[in-house]
Structure formats: C-alpha cells, structure tokens
C-alpha cells in the first residue's frame, strides 16, 4: 500500500515568491493535515481539511492556505514568502470521521527561502 | 490553549540502563496523548496512544492527570531505540476543532 506521497521534495524560491506544495493521502483517507517543522520549533499544526472543507486552522498569517480536491489530494500555498518559512512541511493523512489519533506522514517537502 | 512540554532536547543513555523520555501537557480539557517516533531515514510514525495502554517495542507511557504528565519509559534500552521522539496531545482548540499538538521532540542516542 503507497503511503503518503509529497512533492517537490526540495523547493528553492526568493523572497516575495509563491510556493505550492502537494500531497496525496493514503488511499481511502479522507483528511489531510499540513505541519511546518522549522528548525528548533517541533511540529507546528497548519491546517486541516477532510471531505474537502478546512476543518481546523493553526495560528498561521493567512498568506498560508491549501486546499483539498475531490479525491482528497491537497495543496499548500504560501504567498509572499519570507525567509523565516523555511522549513520542512509535512503532510499526514488519517481516516474520517471520530479522530483515532494516529496520522500517517510523509516524507516532507523542503521549502528553502532566500 | 494546548500545549505540550518536552524538556530535553537530547537524552543519551548506555545499553541495558532504563529509558525515560518526558512529556507535560497544558490542556483544560480532557486530553488525549500520543507518542510518535521517527527513525533515521524514517517517516514519523506512531508509537503509543495512552487510550490503548499497551506496550509497543518494550516501551509504555502512562498518564497521569495530577501531574498533567505522559513519561514514556522502557526499562532496557536498546540501540535500535535510538531516534527522535515526539509526545504529542489531542484536544479541542478554541475554535471547537479537534487539533493534535506535538511538543518539540526529544532525540534519543542509546550508546553501546
């Protein structure tokens, strides 16, 4: 069974420059949750979507959005980058419905701002 | 506001001596804890949820409300335990939605 999938793995824009990232679930996921791990801060929650709505929201400026489509794939969009989005982004996916707490993740993309 | 507390950032312990791994949570709720473990070259995964109260590779975690703490602990360590480990809590944010918090990480070096 594939497990979460991300791409780009490694992404390099500039300052003032729009990043989009992607994730596609494991099969038969309906969430997607996206967490920024940046260097010396752990986790931090972004967002969450299921069945396509955003669920729940983390305390992130709003140049910070995603979307999620119809087969549950997700996208992360951070506009007006600045150099303190460097990070790795992490996308994990679960089941629907009653949250079981166990959410599986991906490999992560490394977004680098310069 | 949810928040989880680890308070070493590194832990190296020999082979064979006891393992403890600490986890404060902040939660006014009834909260529900998590343990995930990443292996070198590994994805983040999940280790242990307390609701289970079970033991996974030799490890158990329990939790205690007074002291509004989830230690993880094995008695022998070992060193494939060595990696990054992550307690994280699952709770309601002001919002009303259902969030999982995880703390900063602590990284384990089990030493021959």
């Known amino acids: 069974e594939a497990g979460v999938t991300q791409s780009p793995t490694h992404l390099i824009k500039t300052r003032g420059q729009q990043a989009t990232l992607r994730c596609s679930p494991i099969?038969?996921?309906?969430?997607v949750y996206w967490y920024q791990q940046a260097l010396g801060l752990g986790l931090q929650f972004l967002l969450w979507?299921?069945?396509?709505?955003?669920?729940n929201r983390g305390n992130f400026p709003p140049r910070f959005s995603g979307r999620q489509f119809p087969n549950y794939s997700s996208e992360l969009n951070v506009n007006a980058l600045e150099l303190e989005d460097s990070a790795l982004y992490l996308c994990?996916?679960?089941?629907?419905?009653?949250?079981?707490?166990?959410?599986?993740f991906g490999e992560g993309s490394r977004l680098t701002v310069l | 506001a949810q928040r989880v507390t680890q308070p070493e950032k590194l832990l190296s312990v020999f082979k064979g001596a006891p393992v403890e791994l600490k986890c404060n949570y902040s939660?006014?709720?009834?909260?529900?804890l998590f343990w995930y473990v990443q292996y070198s070259r590994q994805r983040l995964q999940l280790l242990l949820r307390?609701?289970s109260r079970e033991s996974i590779k030799g490890f158990t975690a329990d939790l205690n409300k007074g002291e509004t703490s989830f230690h993880l602990k094995k008695p022998f360590a070992q060193e494939e335990d060595s990696a990054m480990y992550y307690c994280?809590?699952?709770?309601?944010?002001?919002?009303?939605?259902?969030?999982?918090?995880f703390g900063k990480g602590t990284k384990l070096s089990v030493i021959p």
């Open positions: 307390h609701i």
């Open positions: 099969s038969g996921h309906t969430s």
């Open positions: 994990a996916s679960s089941l629907g419905g009653r949250f079981t707490g166990e959410l599986f």
């Open positions: 979507y299921d069945e396509g709505e955003e669920r």
């Open positions: 994280a809590l699952g709770g309601y944010s002001g919002a009303g939605s259902y969030q999982l918090t």
């Open positions: 939660y006014s709720g009834s909260p529900e």
